[in-house]
């Protein structure tokens, strides 16, 4: 007999618990450093979200909202939430939609993080939405008193809030087979309905057939995300369809090199090699890693000159060129 996917991952946290009693203090499966309840509850908030039992069908890809023949080429990302601040989630979608922004030719220009307060919220965002051709939140659109992203952003771009009524259709059609459906009051299905309550002139684009709500994007740019970082990692690759991303041609290549050597060492050739280079659209860069050595980073647009370049920076500094997943398996950081 089956379990749902949430019950088994509960039933592998336990058997990895019993194994490993030190596990409940170390990073929680999206990754807050958090106790086996908590844990529970994470996996249960992804599951209010997503499931393998039910198939919708997929938004159609909008016009370009930026205009025909333009793409992306600058992003900012508004972190929001309280447990970020006081340090009780350890956040982790920052880095995925930095990781997300290089990957598809796009400069991330700028990450925020702040608090559940409407007032930061609304300036943030209208600033951001001002500066950056794309532009992420994420958290607070929950059915909790503390999330207001939907209801700060109606206000930011001068728009009230109305309930989407696809969404209401999907959410519906997602719950109708869970035990405490039908035993909700009319206080608790109202908290459930906030999560489909939408600027009125927003657009909903469902990205992924197992997901009941969908990404809600504002003036074009704004995009409105979940704070779970399962949910928000799969939504945001299921949002690429729907954005005018950058042509392979316009995207950065990045070339490592680590050396052992001390970054004071290597300090006066890397100053003159970016000297040397910047004109040609080249950005060189160095990151220690703790008593261990360097890793020298060429960025820049043509592919076969950061090669190149990489060989004379490999000869200077006593390197080896290394990978993307090298790096982080050096560094102990996890893909997720």
């Known amino acids: 007999m089956l379990m749902p996917s949430t019950l088994r991952i509960s039933y592998r946290l336990s058997s990895l618990y019993r194994q490993f009693p030190n596990l409940r203090t170390l990073t929680g499966i999206f990754g807050s450093p958090i106790g086996a309840a908590e844990a529970r509850s994470t996996t249960g908030r992804l599951g209010a979200f997503a499931s393998s039992e039910v198939r919708f069908e997929l938004s159609s890809v909008p016009l370009n909202p930026l205009g025909e ?24 979608n920052s880095n995925y939609f930095a990781r997300y922004c290089f990957e598809n030719g796009i400069e991330l220009k700028r990450i925020e993080v702040i608090p559940d307060e409407e007032d930061e919220i609304v ?3 209208r600033r951001m939405v001002q500066k950056y051709d794309f532009v992420i939140t994420s958290g607070g659109i929950g059915p909790t008193h503390d999330d207001i992203t939907y209801a700060s952003l109606a206000k930011a771009f001068d728009q009230p809030l109305v309930h989407h009524a696809e969404t209401l259709r999907r959410m519906a ?18 908290a459930r309905q906030r999560m489909a309550l939408f600027p009125a002139n927003a657009e909903a684009l469902f990205i992924a057939k197992d997901i009941w709500v969908p990404v809600v994007r504002l ?24 954005l005018p991303l950058p042509p392979p041609s316009e995207r950065p290549f990045r070339h490592q090199i680590f050396t052992s050597l001390p970054e004071s060492s290597i300090a006066p050739y890397l100053t003159e090699l970016q000297g040397r280079v910047k004109e ?15 890793y020298v980073s060429l960025i820049g647009q043509n592919e076969r000159r950061i090669r190149e370049l990489g060989k004379e920076v490999e000869g200077e500094v006593q390197g080896k060129v290394v990978t993307e997943q090298e790096i982080r398996e050096a560094k102990g950081v996890s893909n997720l």
């Open 280 to 294: 040609e659209g080249v950005r060189v860069g160095s990151y220690p890693l703790f008593m261990r050595g360097v």
């Open 173 to 190: 059609e997602f719950s109708k087979h869970r035990p405490w459906i039908h035993t909700q009051n009319k206080e608790q299905r109202r």
């Open 123 to 125: 300036e943030a965002s």
């Open 69 to 92: 023949g333009r793409w992306i080429k600058t992003a900012g990302a508004l972190i929001i939430g309280d447990e970020i601040l006081n340090g009780k989630t350890l956040e982790r």
């Open 219 to 242: 003036e074009g740019k704004l995009c409105v995300f979940p704070g779970i970082p399962g949910l928000f990692q799969k939504m945001l690759d299921g949002l690429k369809a729907f």
